[in-house]
């Protein structure tokens, strides 16, 4: 089906902004996310909570402070959830639930767990309660309250306790975005040039400290945010004092549906980006003894924070396994899929780890840079490797006045733009020669790039792609997004003055964009009097997947929307003729 990624999506306004789910993600560290029963000690914020009842069948939050407690309890009724139970208790050491009922034990106040926890009688009664196999997790803030966690992990250690997870946390406060365990110094280091690598230069030399500090196998002793992952007598796992032991068990058990071995494995967790859409990332690295395998990431794995993301993963993991089976490209350019599967209901890919930098790290940001050259030297092997004639390109318009209509409901376009979209339509629909619908990646900006040590680009995030895309839309957005980087690297931030510059304004890069879509053209057999409707529809294409991360008031200020209306507005101007020229 011609364009069945874009078309069976939902272009909603403002469901792409930042959500609840894209909190407490300390849960993807747990052993599962199936329980029965979850006992939180404190009170938690409320994103975290409704998160939170969505891992357990039934919720119990126990706090001392009445006051807390009847207002978050108030708050909460109002989102309907019906499966959290609010406790007001005079103290932790007596609590109103059987033995062994409780798969996990969540300490809430990240300031006042070592206190609760210095009571031998609170611990006495977190045994009790916890299943056998229940899990005890909580955080601890400020070098006070580290300096004394080891003697806290003994006294557990005494009660049949068994650390299963010791991990230092990004940002030092709020909601959590990285774990590493703390032991791992050859891990963090990797995360910090390859994961927690920023664009600014503050950040970056950030980064450069943060590495400098894991090679010297301090950064777990000075970071001041820690999380416990902690087992009632487990019959395997670390002592008190030991290393991570592994992996989740759920994310086991995944891989090992699709005959993937994983236990091995050591990981990293990443929980970047604060919309309900971002994806959890677990990096897996090789056994400790080994020290050239364990310094890079081996596999990669994405899981959602929500299950309405989940046709993304899937497609992902569709998308890469016809990429590999078609052999369109070299298999270095791309992930291998190892494997695929579900866990509360939440879809995860495994993927083979690709290595190298981050593609605006090593580009030259200039029209001769050859790491962009290459770049687009491979959209137009894609292109033409997977190059599949159809005898009219009618289905092709077709599939375009269905993502048309779609615009027309979201955006509001006037009258003399709508006739204009409408006649590029006609001119797909009317067009004689054979259309290519061709293999689409769907989003190569240049952040879904790397680049190899051998100045290869490497492409990721193959959650958009489409097997039976649209010719050139590939290229315009690369370039748009190449573009865009060369400018700002000049100077400039205004987004819509760039793509002016470089696109509707005579130039170096307006004429190399000519150049290389002319030999798109000739590698995927495209008849080039379809060169500007393409053109515009790429436009329109993004303006839609851009409507998410809208509001209904800000429709007008989205940046491609404006793309297509500034595109439309100049027309005839000679940059464009350039371009169009057939």
């Known amino acids: ?11 909603t306004p403002g469901t792409n902004l930042t959500g609840g789910v894209a909190s407490a993600d300390w849960r993807y560290l747990l052993p599962s996310q199936e329980l029965e029963h979850l006992l939180c000690l404190g009170i938690p914020s409320l994103r975290t909570l409704t998160v939170l009842s969505t891992i357990s069948r039934r919720v119990h939050v126990v706090s001392s402070e009445r006051s807390r407690v009847e207002k978050i309890e108030k708050e909460f009724r109002n989102q309907g959830v019906p499966n959290v139970q609010f406790i007001c208790v005079e103290k932790f050491s007596t609590l109103p639930f059987y033995p062994e009922s409780m798969d996990l034990v969540y300490l809430a106040d990240s300031r006042g767990n070592a206190r609760y926890l210095r009571q031998p009688e609170t611990r006495q009664e977190l045994n009790k ?47 959590l975005r990285t774990a590493l365990p703390v032991e791992e110094r050859n891990i963090s280091s990797y995360f910090f040039s390859n994961v927690i690598y920023g664009q600014s230069f503050k950040k970056r030399a950030l980064s ?8 010297l196998g301090l950064i777990g002793a000075l970071a001041p945010r820690h999380a416990l992952l902690l087992k009632r007598s487990p019959e395997n796992g670390a002592s008190a004092n030991g290393f991570s032991a592994g992996l989740p068990e759920y994310i086991s058990a995944l891989a090992e549906k699709s005959g993937v071995d994983l236990r091995q494995y050591r990981f990293g967790l990443s929980a970047r980006g604060k919309f309900n859409a971002n994806k959890v990332i677990f990096f897996l690295f090789g056994k400790p003894e080994d020290s050239t395998v364990s310094r890079r990431a081996e596999v990669v794995i994405k899981m959602t924070r929500s299950a309405e993301f989940n046709r993304r993963l899937e497609n992902e993991h569709r998308i890469l396994s016809l990429l590999k089976s078609g052999a369109y490209v070299d298999p270095a350019t791309y992930p291998e899929p190892l494997f ?12 083979r780890a690709v290595h190298g930098k981050p593609f605006r790290t090593r580009t030259l940001a200039t029209p001769q840079c050859p790491i962009a050259r290459d770049a687009i030297e491979w ?13 009219s390109a009618r289905p092709v318009a077709e599939a375009l006045e269905k993502l048309l209509n779609m615009f027309r409901g979201i955006y509001p376009l006037r009258e003399e733009e709508d006739r204009f979209l409408a006649r590029q339509l006609e001119t797909v629909a009317g067009s004689e020669a054979p259309f290519p619908l061709v293999f689409q ?18 492409v990721i995030d193959w959650e958009a792609g489409e097997p039976e895309g649209i010719p050139l839309w590939d290229l315009f957005y690369f370039f748009r997004t190449y573009a865009s980087w060369v400018s700002r690297q000049q ?39 379809l060169i500007k409707p393409l053109f515009y529809t790429c436009w329109l294409h993004r303006a839609l997947k851009e409507a998410t991360r809208l509001t209904e008031k800000t429709l007008e200020t989205g940046h491609y929307f404006n793309v297509l209306r500034m595109s439309i507005t100049q027309q005839d101007n000679p940059a464009l003729e350039a371009l169009f020229r057939e």
């Open 340 to 351: 695929f599967g579900y866990h509360n209901g939440l879809a995860a890919i495994g993927m």
């Open 379 to 391: 959209i137009i092997r894609l292109g033409g490797a997977s190059a599949k004639p159809i005898p």
């Open 491 to 529: 100077g400039s931030r205004d987004s819509l003055k760039n793509f002016s510059e470089n696109f509707l304004t005579v130039s170096t890069m307006s004429e190399m964009l000519a150049d290389i879509t002319q030999r798109y053209c000739a590698n995927v057999g495209l008849n080039r009097r």
């Open 1 to 11: 089906m011609i364009l069945e990624t874009t078309l069976s999506s939902e272009f």
């Open 129 to 175: 309660l916890l299943k056998p196999q229940g899990v005890l997790y909580f955080e601890i803030q400020g070098l006070g309250q580290r300096l004394g966690s080891r003697k806290i992990l003994k006294m557990l250690a005494g009660q049949g306790f068994n650390l299963q997870g010791s991990f230092w946390l990004t940002p030092f406060g709020g909601d």
């Open 208 to 215: 450069r400290f943060g590495k400098t500090l894991s090679d």
């Open 441 to 458: 990646h769907g989003d190569p900006g240049t952040w879904n790039m790397m680049v190899s040590a051998e100045d290869k680009v490497i």
